[in-house]
Every structure is written in structure tokens, then in C-alpha cells.
């Protein structure tokens, strides 16, 4: 059973113009999705309306067999999403470990166990933890934000271009912690750049093109298929 | 030459009355900065909720003496803080639903708000002298001295007296406790981390789940609290004068910018960076330098940098000092 279906999503921001115009996305449990293609083509905007951040006109968005097409971001976060926005996505002045905290604000429980498996994933975020979040590298910021998100317990966890701005080797270690992130069972809706890379590690790879499907299938179908890789993949 | 009258005489007119007044200063420029941090404006209305704050002590401090209740050396004004606080705090809580609460609503403008508030601040300020007309009032009782000049002289065979207030003890001792008390809740609680967490990044803070009003509120309180004292504390040192307040706006948004405005930690170090140089600045230094030359060397002019009616300049140069060279404050705050 699909996990995360949105379908035949259109819309755009405020009353402006349509960016999405009929995308569809799903993930599996505990699957990696990922949304490539090229500039402007409505992936970062596809993956906002997946998490409420922009009104819909037609489509609907189902998490877990449920209908939250209606939904505000804030009661998506407490249905089982997470999101880690590509920019502004930490409390620069805080501690690392309150931003953990701050992740975690919606829960009542005890926090300490999450804590741990997240420092056991980022072994760096454990050794900045007393550290301002703002005084980190970009590679170490990405994992406190991907950190904080995975600190609601999410059952899907959505990244918006986490590797935007940081080296190819923090990239390749960012991938690998991602892929230990969805061997928990966590699906991953991903937003990347860096398409061929991004792939690699996809079970899903959906190609949009003018805020559309243009292409989906498997990451490793899609990275053989000739007319993807020519046209956007850089031959 | 003689260091030691030297060094009472400048302790007993600069150290302790800029240490005092730095300290109130620090604690109106953490409700100015709060605002800044969480609301997002400069709130021109501060300097009237200190006004505010500080009659309602005023009054509840006369009820209580026509009651006979004292604190016996200390003033009876301290009993009465606590009810300053929480009028402020219904007055400052009013104000938001019944005002601010619209403008965040449609997201209006910080500039808007920052004229929004100039309304506020004249509202207030008509309410105060409703209230408690415009004279000078002295509301501080108990023991005037905690040092007198006359008992220092005669203990230590100096010349120079050195005199401290008890006010002006009260006032360390109870910022020193204020200040720790609003660092440990901001540090510590998780309330207050989410209070500074909205201040880092509202969007993120949203995504987290944390309340915006429940935010709003809680500043709400921390400023009445924090502006109530600041208030208070300058009424008991100084007098109470209703107008002084609006004055007092200028040196506490310089406190605050200089230190980096939305950083406690900089609002305090800029309260105490303003007072020096006031005071320091406008100090008449001839007699400490007399003690520190020789005889014949003694200066005829009062060696008095700045007369006292230029104080507020003082405030408003060094201001321009510091946003012209760090523009973001002695600590990193926020630009503006």
C-alpha cells in the first residue's frame, strides 16, 4: 500500500499562476523518492504543496491511507511529516542540541532516546552539540536540520536540495546517513540538484518538467534511460 | 598627590551613580530587545509601560505606608513591585489583543508598528498623567544610606566622603537577580528556548509546532516585568516624574542598538556602556584631578567635558559610533 500519495496536484503560490500542473507523487514505506529536473520546473514547489505550504486547486495529498489535502503544515508535522526547508533551516543562535529540542517541541514524551539515535547517526552533531547550530559548516548544518526534523519521529521525511552549497565528499556522506535514515522504515521525499548522484541512491526518481511528470520510474531506470540522461543528466 | 581622595571622590560621583543607572538602563533595554527579538519592532511605547509601571508601584507603595506596612530600612516600594508587575502586565497584555494583535495579523510592516507604537506611547503617557498628574514625586522610604559620607570620612581620615544609597544597592542587587532569573528561563526552560527559538527563525519555530500567541504572551509578561522594575528602580533612585520616562526612551534604544539589538547579553552591556559615558562624560573632573597634580597644577575650569543638559547627545554619539562601525552592536544582534 502506497504510503505518501499525492496526485494530479495543481496549483501555485497565493493566487498567483499555476507552477504544478498535474504532478503525481508517491512513496513507499521506507522507500527514497526523488524529485529531479531542471530549473523552474516546480520540484522545491511540488514537494511545498506535498507539506501544505501552498493551496491546491485540484489534486489531493493522502499520508498513510488518510486525506490531508486540507491540512496546515503545522497538523501535518503532528500526522507524521517532517521538513527540512533548503535554507533557514536551523536556530542559528541556539545549541545544537536545542535545536534537537526545538525539533522535538510538539512531543511530550521523553526525547532522550531520539536524541541518542540521532547523535548515533550524526556522530558530528553529538560533537557540536554544545556548540552554536549558526557557528556550524555547511555539511554539519545540513545533518543538525535533518537531525531536528527526524526528532518529531516523522514516518516521512521530505528534503528540499539537502546538498545545495556543500562539497561532493559531505554530499556522498550525507546520501549514505539518508539511506541509513530509510533502512528505519522512514520514507524519504527528496528535492535534489545534484541528479545523477541523487539517483543513484533512489528506489523512485520522478523527472518533472513545467511542473509535471515527465518521467518516473526506478533511480536506476532512469539513470539508463537514454533520453533522460541526454536531456537531463548531461549526456 | 594624593590617589586615595582621588579615587573616593571619583567612585562616590561616577562609579556608583553610572554602575546604578547602568543597571536600569540594562533592564529597559531587555524589554526593548525582547520586543525586538520576538515581535520584531522597535517599541517607542517602552519608556511609558516603565512610566506606567513605575505609578502603579508608586500608588501601591502610598497604600501600603497609609496601611503602615514597611519593609523597615529597605523601601516599602518593593512589596509593591510585584503588583506593579502584574498591572503592567494586564495593561501590556490589553494593549496587544486590543492593537498589536491586528497589525501581526496582516502582517503589517515593522515601521508600521513602530508608528503604531508612537500611539501607544502618547495613550499611555496621557494615562499616566490622568492618573498621577506631572509633579515630582518621591516614593523611596527606609534608610536614605546604606554608607554616609560623614561615618566613611570619619572612619577612614580621608578628606573625600564616599556616599552610597541604599537605592542605589537596591538597584545592582535586584537587576543582578532580575537578570539572572530572565537568563536562567530563557536558557533553561523550554518555554523560554522556544521563545528564543521563534526569535531565531519564525518559519522554522512554526514548523516545530511552537505557538506563536503562547510566544507573544509570554514576552508580553517577561517586558512588563522587566520594564516595571526598570522603572521602578529609576523612580526610587531619581524621583518620580512622569516625563523623565519619555527622556529615558532615548538612552535605552541607545542601549539596546549599541549592545546589538536582540541580544540580552548586549542589551546589558549597552546599558552600561551608555551610563558611563554619560556620566563620565558630564562629570565635572576638577576635583579629582586636583587631588592627582600638584598643588600649583590645579585646573580653574571645572575640567567638565559635556555640561549635563547635553547628556542624551552623549547617548546619540555613540550610537552613531558604533552603527557606523559595527552596525549590528557590540555583540551580534540583529542589523537594522
Not at chain 1, 499525492?6 to 526523488?34: F, N, P, W
Not at chain 1, 511530550?108 to 557540536?128: H, M, R, S
Not at chain 2, 522554522?204 to 526598570?230: F, K
Not at chain 2, 584631578?289 to 543638559?309: A, E, H, K, M
Amino acid at each position: 500500500m502506497t504510503f505518501l500519495h499525492a496526485s494530479e496536484m495543481r496549483g501555485g503560490y497565493g493566487s498567483g499562476a499555476d507552477i504544478l500542473h498535474g504532478c503525481t507523487l508517491t512513496v513507499q514505506k521506507g522507500e527514497i523518492a526523488v524529485i529531479v529536473g531542471p530549473n523552474g520546473a516546480g520540484k522545491s514547489t511540488a514537494m511545498k504543496a506535498v507539506f501544505g505550504m501552498l493551496n491546491l486547486r485540484e489534486g489531493h495529498v493522502h499520508l498513510g491511507g488518510e486525506d490531508i489535502t486540507q491540512l496546515s503544515p503545522q497538523e501535518r508535522v503532528y500526522k507524521g511529516m517532517g521538513f527540512v526547508p533548503q535554507t533557514h533551516n536551523i536556530f542559528p543562535t541556539m545549541t545544537v542540541r536545542e535545536n534537537l529540542e526545538m525539533g522535538a517541541f510538539i512531543r511530550n514524551d521523553d526525547i532522550e532516546e531520539t536524541i541518542e539515535q540521532v547523535y548515533e547517526l550524526f556522530p558530528a552533531v553529538k560533537d557540536k552539540r554544545n556548540q552554536n547550530a549558526g557557528e556550524l559548516s555547511g555539511g554539519q548544518r545540513q545533518q543538525v536540520a535533518v537531525g531536528r526534523a527526524l526528532m518529531t519521529q516523522p514516518k516521512l521525511l521530505m528534503l528540499d536540495e539537502p546538498t545545495a552549497g556543500v562539497s561532493p565528499i559531505v554530499m556522498d556522506e550525507l546520501f549514505d546517513r539518508i539511506i541509513e535514515v530509510a533502512r528505519t522504515g522512514i520514507s524519504i521525499l527528496m528535492v535534489e540538484q545534484n541528479a545523477r548522484q541523487a539517483l543513484e541512491i533512489a528506489d523512485k526518481g520522478y523527472v518533472l518538467v513545467q511542473g509535471a511528470n515527465a518521467y518516473t520510474d526506478t533511480g536506476a531506470a532512469l539513470l539508463a534511460n537514454p533520453e533522460v540522461r541526454r536531456t537531463f543528466l548531461g549526456g | 598627590m594624593d590617589i586615595l581622595n582621588a579615587l573616593v571622590a571619583f567612585a562616590n560621583f561616577v562609579l556608583i551613580p553610572a554602575t546604578a543607572y547602568g543597571a536600569q538602563l540594562a533592564l529597559g533595554a531587555l524589554g526593548v530587545t525582547l520586543i525586538y527579538g520576538v515581535l520584531r519592532f522597535s517599541n517607542f511605547a517602552h519608556g511609558e509601560t516603565m512610566s506606567f509601571g513605575a505609578m502603579v508601584v508608586v500608588l501601591v507603595t502610598a497604600l501600603f505606608q497609609s496601611w503602615g506596612i514597611s519593609l523597615g530600612p529597605l523601601p516599602t516600594a518593593l512589596l509593591a513591585l510585584p503588583f506593579g508587575i502584574a498591572v503592567t502586565a494586564l495593561l501590556l497584555l490589553t494593549t496587544d489583543r486590543v492593537v498589536y494583535k491586528f497589525y501581526r495579523k496582516v502582517k503589517a510592516a515593522p515601521v508600521m508598528l513602530v508608528i503604531v507604537s508612537t500611539g501607544v506611547m502618547f495613550v499611555m503617557n496621557g494615562v499616566v498623567r490622568m492618573v498621577v498628574g506631572t509633579e515630582d514625586r518621591r516614593f523611596a522610604d527606609g534608610a536614605r544610606f546604606l554608607v554616609n559620607a560623614r561615618d566613611f570620612k570619619a572612619w577612614s581620615g580621608l578628606d573625600e566622603g564616599l556616599a552610597i544609597k541604599t537605592t542605589q544597592v537596591i538597584t545592582v542587587v535586584v537587576a543582578l537577580i532580575t537578570v539572572a532569573a530572565l537568563f536562567w528561563f530563557l536558557n533553561k526552560t523550554r518555554t523560554g528556548k522556544s521563545m528564543r527559538a521563534f526569535s531565531d527563525n519564525e518559519d522554522l519555530a512554526l514548523l516545530s509546532g511552537i505557538n506563536p500567541e503562547r510566544v507573544v504572551t509570554i514576552t508580553w509578561l517577561l517586558v512588563a516585568a522587566l520594564a516595571t522594575i526598570a522603572g521602578a528602580l529609576y523612580g526610587l533612585d531619581k524621583s518620580f516624574k512622569p516625563f523623565i520616562y519619555q527622556q529615558l526612551l532615548l538612552p535605552v534604544f541607545a542601549a539596546a542598538i549599541v549592545g546589538g539589538i536582540g541580544n540580552p547579553l548586549g542589551a546589558i552591556a549597552g546599558g552600561f556602556v551608555i551610563a558611563f559615558s554619560e556620566v563620565t562624560l558630564t562629570y565635572a573632573f576638577k576635583k579629582v584631578i586636583t587631588y592627582l597634580s600638584p598643588d600649583s597644577w590645579s585646573p580653574d575650569g571645572l575640567v567638565q567635558l559635556l555640561s549635563t543638559d547635553y547628556k542624551f547627545a552623549v547617548s546619540f554619539a555613540i550610537l552613531i559610533i558604533v552603527l557606523l562601525f559595527k552596525p549590528t552592536g557590540l555583540f551580534k544582534g540583529q542589523s537594522i
